[in-house]
């Protein structure tokens, strides 16, 4: 293992040309595990349905429309940063998109995305061309490029996407699912299969996060939101290889976050994966998990999203707590351990953010 646990953006430095304000932005800085004036705040599912500006959004447009117009996306990213004060937006899109766009049909009803499930290996054979997919999400790359084109010149915008294992998992059970046994079964009993499957969103995933990074996304973040399923050994045989190679596909200097929800027992892999920062949810201690990690590794965390709907006494209480035991370490963006929940009050949560910033404050 190399000395410097991070030798692909520390060793890039500001290879891609980041104007110097976005570069030495606090939420940059951390990323690169450097000092920082007060501890860099953003959150996942910041625009969202909490907030009054993206009910109103979604008044004019249906989901997956809103996900096709860039300018409506920037609109969502950009009114939801400004109003919580955060120190980064993200592109306002949906990790499912890449399935649509490789031919699995997709919609959104009232209890969540509903896919056509891939049956088998032929299935899996007829799927579209990956770069041909992914050049047909061109409308998120413009999304970034609104978004950027918004945004203070201090302000990263963080463009995702989906691991592939994850949107492997949503293309075989056409869902989110209990016990994810479709996809268990699918896995173990056709391994060839299975690799190609992921080898094709892999290239897709790949071909979107280098489009976001040109159009100017400073950071990116991989969701392997359902990678907690699998074991030690599963994860590490049948999905961290194809992680893995989505991150070294992000051009050099572009720092990478890779997060996955029930991951306790999976952080020392998400390391494994080549990023610059762990993003670690709501279970675990967050010193803990970071003194698991390699050293000079940064973590993104953990505050349990429901700690939002508590009186603010005790949400401050809490999160002073959070903040008291990685105090002194460098490399920590604060976050919560998942999405932002509908039933938040969006002042309670720009209170939040505000605080984490005073109660660092160097």
């Given amino acids: 293992m190399s000395s410097d646990p991070r030798p692909r953006l520390r ?3 500001n290879r891609q040309g980041l104007p110097p304000a976005l570069w030495g932005s606090r939420f940059l800085r951390a990323c690169r595990g450097e000092p920082v004036e007060a501890t860099p705040v953003w959150l996942m599912r910041q625009a969202g349905r909490y907030l009054p500006s993206y009910r109103a959004l979604r008044t004019r447009h249906s989901f997956l429309a809103l996900c096709r117009n860039p300018q409506a ?6 009114t939801a940063r400004a109003f919580l004060e955060v120190d980064a937006s993200i592109v306002f899109s949906d990790i499912l998109l890449v399935l649509e766009a490789l031919g699995v ?16 290996a032929a299935a899996i054979a007829g799927l579209r061309d990956p770069l041909q997919a992914a050049a047909d999400l061109g409308f998120v790359a413009e999304a970034v490029r609104a978004t950027v084109a918004g945004s203070p010149p201090d302000i ?25 046994l479709r996809t268990k079964r699918f896995l173990y009993a056709e391994p060839v299969a299975w690799q190609q499957l992921c080898e094709r969103l892999s290239a897709c995933v790949s071909a979107l996060i280098c489009a976001q990074v040109a159009a100017g996304a400073a950071c990116v973040q991989f969701f392997d939101s359902w990678a907690g399923t699998l074991s030690r050994a599963d994860y590490a045989e049948y999905a961290l290889p194809y992680l893995q190679r989505c991150v070294q596909a992000v051009p050099p200097g572009i720092a990478v976050i890779v997060f996955a929800t029930g991951s306790t027992h999976l952080l020392e892999l998400l390391a494994e994966s080549g990023a610059d920062v762990v993003g670690v949810d709501s279970g675990p201690d967050l010193l803990s998990a970071w003194q698991r990690l390699p050293p000079g590794l940064a973590v993104q965390g953990n505050l349990d999203p429901a700690w939002l709907l508590a009186p603010w006494n005790l949400l401050r209480a809490r ?6 035991r990685v105090r002194g370490r460098a490399g920590h963006i604060a976050n919560l351990g998942h999405g932002v929940l509908k039933d938040t009050d969006p002042w309670q949560a720009r209170a939040w953010v505000r605080y984490v910033h005073e109660a660092t404050r160097r």
């Avoid at 999160?319 to 008291?324: F, K, P, Y």
């Fill in 11 to 13: 060793s890039a430095g």
């Fill in 73 to 78: 996306c920037a609109e969502a990213a950009l």
């Fill in 105 to 120: 049909p997709l919609s959104f009803a009232g209890d969540g995305p509903q896919l056509r499930p891939l049956a088998d």
């Fill in 156 to 180: 990263p915008c963080i463009g995702f996407a989906g691991a592939p294992f994850t949107l492997a998992a949503y293309a075989l059970e056409g869902g989110a699912s209990r016990g994810f």
């Fill in 319 to 324: 999160t002073r707590e959070l903040l008291d």
